[in-house]
């Protein structure tokens, strides 16, 4: 009789088991997604929302948005051309075998574009620094430092990590 007990019991845990895993592989995979901030328009780091923290006047936002319209129109070709050399890169990388005398050129191009990019953000943030009262310079340098994933001393709780690129900071 306890030969039938034993495997009743063992079916009995096996079946719970399975239910118990269903249980949890739902909860993961349909739990609810927390909604993009980006997809209704207020990016923490999009122009409204950097215009709306740095509390600009009326005077201060034309001048924000002609600069960022003029930065956006000259990084707009780099970024194109950003993607493009990623993809080539990613498509060499594929290729049996590769080529290595291409990655490396491939690995070059996205490099200086890379360095393009910050060129014209460096130049942008300058730009719009110019055009700041003192108290808003300071609140452009922080939100700067977490776009580039500075951590700032005055946001302890940012999560992005120290990094020594980041010491000095922007100013």
């Not at 990084?75 to 075998?97: F, G, I």
Request: proline share 5%; with cysteine.
């Amino acid at each position: 009789m306890s030969k039938i007990h034993h495997p009743l019991f063992f079916w009995f845990n096996v079946v719970f088991l399975v239910v118990n895993i269903a249980i949890v592989v739902t909860v993961l995979v349909y739990q609810p997604k927390p909604e993009n901030p980006c997809s209704s328009g207020n990016c923490p780091n999009s122009k409204k929302a950097m215009a709306k923290e740095l509390a600009l006047s009326k005077t201060q936002q034309d001048s924000f948005y002609s600069i960022k319209a003029k930065y956006h129109t000259q990084s707009e070709p780099v970024v194109k051309e950003l993607r493009l050399e990623k993809d080539l890169l990613l498509q060499t990388l594929e290729e049996n075998p590769s080529d290595t005398t291409k990655i490396k050129k491939l690995v070059q191009k996205i490099s200086a574009s890379q360095a393009k990019l910050m060129e014209h953000t460096t130049h942008q943030y300058i730009d719009i620094h110019n055009i700041l009262t003192p108290v808003q310079r300071e609140k452009h340098r922080h939100i700067y430092r977490d776009i580039f994933g500075c951590k700032s001393e005055k946001k302890h709780h940012s999560k992005h990590h120290s990094d020594s690129s980041c010491q000095k900071g922007i100013n």
